[in-house]
């Protein structure tokens, strides 16, 4: 019995490690790449497709730790820096997605 009781501690320990990590931008990127048409406006919907929204419901997650913010806003500016988009779209989507945090618009200009 105590056997399996540490191997579970372990398991919990060895699947919690990468939630506990910072969100990195390479992750915020691959969230975004479903949404880039749909932010830049060329989506054929006026409602993110659904793969976009599982990624804006990530990000979303990501950004409500208050110390992750700003690494993930960071990491928005810097995937997006050569990319025209409406900022206001990731507010918009984040809503029509019902991600539970509306994502504020991050702009080129925006203070992180």
């Known amino acids: 019995m105590a056997k399996l009781i540490y191997n579970m501690i372990i398991l919990l320990f060895v699947l919690a490690t990468p939630a506990m990590g910072k969100p990195s931008c390479e992750t915020v990127s691959k969230r975004l790449a479903p949404c880039l048409s ?3 406006g060329r989506y054929h919907s006026i409602k993110p497709s659904g793969r976009c ?15 992750d913010y700003s690494t993930v806003c960071k990491c928005i500016k810097k995937v997006l820096l050569h990319t025209n988009y409406d900022p206001k ?10 991600t539970g945090y509306t994502l504020p618009p991050v702009g080129h200009t925006t203070t992180c």
């Open 38 to 40: 749909y932010i830049q």
């Open 53 to 67: 929204c599982r990624g804006l419901i990530d990000i979303s997650n990501m950004m409500k730790n208050r110390g």
């Open 89 to 98: 779209r990731f507010q918009t989507g984040s809503q029509q997605c019902n």
